[in-house]
């Protein structure tokens, strides 16, 4: 299996002196091409922490972080920068959109940035990745006539713009209703069947359950991990209740 992440021992902290902590106690993972995990735990556990370290956003001060063969500890910012454009993709909870433009401008303005000739040519895969998520018909919206979960579908597309080799996502569902939930995880399941790793942060068991393998948090260390077949839209009450029990035995 080819190992697309490669934490190794990774320690971040926060704060000066007598205040200084370990968010990221020596935390070693791996995540394989193509694979679908999540990582639960308490409120400040270091879940974003140690997603940000993965991938590159934040560095870390101890271990190291390898991205695709490329020791990421070691790379300067503008080469970080490269990598995170390029091979990552970033959806969070509440997606960061310019209130001046309309949806599809706002999902192409990243890629815009590298490639201001192909302006046409990126409209277009554009509007072949909004049909695929299921919002063609928004593309001249403002991002206030949309709903919640549709400028969520709207952040997706954006993350999917470079063909990434891997998306992560802070709370992706966090703000939005149970059905609307469902179908953004319906839209990240498609994304992984197409050979895409994805990464999610959660606190609902439901999100976690649609993954293969949940990393469990505590304290910044990985505690548990659980491991469940690839989802194929069978037996989801099975997959949550062992989720639920896992999060039971760790007290989330
Ligand atoms: N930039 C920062 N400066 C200082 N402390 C920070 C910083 N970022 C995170 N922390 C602290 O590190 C700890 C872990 O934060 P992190 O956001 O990774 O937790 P989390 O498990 O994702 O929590 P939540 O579920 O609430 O989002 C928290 O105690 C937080 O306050």
Redesign the pocket.
């Known amino acids: 299996m080819i190992k697309i992440i490669i934490g190794d021992r990774i320690v971040k902290s926060?704060?000066e002196g007598d205040e200084k902590r370990n968010?990221l106690d020596g935390v070693s993972v791996e995540i394989n091409e193509g694979e679908f995990v999540a990582v639960m735990?308490p409120?400040?556990?270091?879940?974003?922490?140690l997603m940000y370290a993965l991938s590159g956003t934040d560095n870390v001060d101890g271990g190291k972080v390898v991205f695709d063969n490329r020791d990421l500890s070691t790379a300067s910012e503008n080469e970080l920068s490269d990598i995170r454009r390029t091979a990552m993709g970033f959806v969070f909870q509440q997606p960061t959109m310019l209130k001046n433009l309309n949806i599809l401008d706002n999902i192409i303005l990243p890629s815009m940035r590298d490639n201001r000739k192909n302006a046409a040519k990126i409209s277009e895969k554009a509007r072949t990745i909004m049909k695929r998520v299921g919002i063609a018909e928004l593309e001249k919206r403002d991002i206030t006539q949309v709903s919640g979960g549709q400028l969520q579908r709207a952040g997706i597309c954006r993350s999917l713009m470079n063909n990434p080799r891997i998306i992560f996502g802070d709370e992706p569902t966090g703000a939005l209703n149970s059905k609307t939930a469902e179908e953004i995880m319906d839209i990240f399941s498609e994304i992984n069947a197409d050979g895409t790793a994805v990464m999610l942060?959660t606190?609902d068991a439901k999100v976690a359950a649609r993954t293969e393998r949940i990393m469990f948090?505590r304290d910044g260390s990985i505690v548990s991990e659980l491991k469940l077949p690839k989802y194929d839209g069978a037996d989801m009450d099975g997959r949550v209740e062992k989720v639920a029990v896992k999060m039971r035995e760790i007290g989330i």
């Open positions: 926060f704060g968010v735990g409120s400040g556990s270091g879940k974003s922490t942060v606190h948090m």
